[in-house]
């Protein structure tokens, strides 16, 4: 990004972010690209102590007050030392806490997001399925009202961080009849019973990233654990796309 766009703030920000990015140990990088670390969390637990994750949220979130140009130049300079470090970093402070910053309650908030930006939790984002990921609204996982929860089974696949997530950011249907775009609902969803998750994919390039395919078999996930409105899904997922695809293509100047 060129110097002459961005406040001093921003550029003191960019250079935070070039410091951190020089603290990356070389054998961590390594260590990644031959799979040895599954998922880096000391890299993201050094981030969050450099407070340069989520850097647009609010600061009672744990934020910095920041814009999106800021949050851009942060992953390209992230981007820079490899595409798996980008993905990380993004999909638990940039997308997920996104979807829960805007659609999500005070209470998933002070749980999932402030934790998550100190580097005391790990998020992964859960929309693509075995059967293709274009066809987003076409999804089968499937979450079942019993009442006081819900019951989520299906399965998701290609999920970056999965190895190391406490919580994933699940997109279900709800409501199989509806539209496409009102049969679905996202909701928070605990590494607890009936999640397993299964390292798999060796994506050169994104190795050491925790790439994963996660089932769900009957997990019970309770009704405050919705993000947004029941069927609301396609709200969610509109503005959680925004972070990712600006993230998508800030990173990848990056390591370019
Ligand atoms: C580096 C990386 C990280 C990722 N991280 C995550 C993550 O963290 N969480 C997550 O949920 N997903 C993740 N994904 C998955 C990503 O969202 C999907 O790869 C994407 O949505 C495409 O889905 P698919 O790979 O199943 O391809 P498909 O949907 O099977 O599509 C295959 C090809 O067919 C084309 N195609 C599909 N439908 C049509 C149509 N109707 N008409 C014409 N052409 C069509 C597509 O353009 C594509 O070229 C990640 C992917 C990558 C590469």
Avoid at 181 to 209: A, H, N, P, W
Wanted: hydrophobic share 40%; proline share 4%; net charge neutral.
């Amino acid at each position: 990004m060129f110097d002459y766009m961005m406040t001093k703030e921003q550029l003191k920000i960019r250079d935070e972010a070039r410091d951190f990015v020089k603290w990356v140990p070389r054998q961590m990088i390594l260590d990644m690209d031959t799979d040895k670390i599954k998922f880096p969390k000391e890299f993201l637990q050094e981030a969050a102590r450099r407070n340069l994750m989520g850097c647009r949220y609010p600061k009672k979130w744990g934020g910095r007050d920041m814009d999106w140009v800021t949050t851009c130049m942060i992953m390209e300079e992230v981007g820079v030392i490899g595409y798996e470090f980008a993905c990380v970093f993004g999909v638990g402070a940039e997308l997920v806490c996104d979807a829960i910053i805007r659609h999500g309650t005070d209470e998933q908030k002070e749980k999932y997001v402030k934790p998550l930006l100190r580097g005391d939790l790990f998020a992964a984002e859960c929309l693509t399925e075995p059967r293709g990921g274009s066809d987003f609204f076409g999804a089968t996982t499937k979450a079942e009202d019993k009442g006081d929860y819900y019951l989520l089974n299906g399965m998701k696949r290609f999920i970056v961080g999965a190895e190391g997530a406490d919580y994933f950011l699940v997109y279900a249907k709800t409501h199989p009849d509806a539209k496409p775009q009102e049969s679905m609902t996202c909701f928070i969803v605990d590494r607890t019973e009936g999640v397993e998750v299964k390292y798999l994919y060796g994506l050169m390039g994104c190795r050491g990233g925790g790439t994963g395919r996660i089932i769900f078999r009957d997990v019970k996930v309770p009704k405050k654990n919705v993000v947004g409105k029941v069927q609301g899904a396609y709200a969610v997922f509109n503005t959680m796309m925004i972070p990712e695809r600006l993230g998508t293509a800030s990173m990848t100047i990056g390591a370019a």
